[in-house]
């Protein structure tokens, strides 16, 4: 069960549902690999102007900090399902 107090959601992917948040060690990491700062990366993805290895990247960092156990190959393999 997720708690919406600690900025946790859940999303269903490749029929599978996932607890998804975005710790501040998520967001550091985040930055840190796609080489900007957040709010440029939000406003990217607003803009519709977003790759699909940002799109990895974030979902991987977001499943990581809902304490799901997966591999960058597992969320390859979930986009590409």
């Known amino acids: 069960m997720t708690n919406p107090m600690k900025g946790e959601t859940t999303i269903d992917l490749g029929g599978e549902t996932y607890t998804c948040r975005l710790t501040v060690d998520a967001l550091i990491k985040i930055e840190t690999e796609l080489d900007k700062g957040i709010l440029a990366i939000t406003q990217r993805i ?30 390859k393999r979930i986009i590409a399902n």
């Open 46 to 75: 607003s803009e519709a102007d977003v790759r699909l290895n940002d799109l990895a990247v974030i979902l991987y960092h977001a499943l990581r900090g809902g304490s799901n156990d997966v591999t960058q190959t597992d969320i």
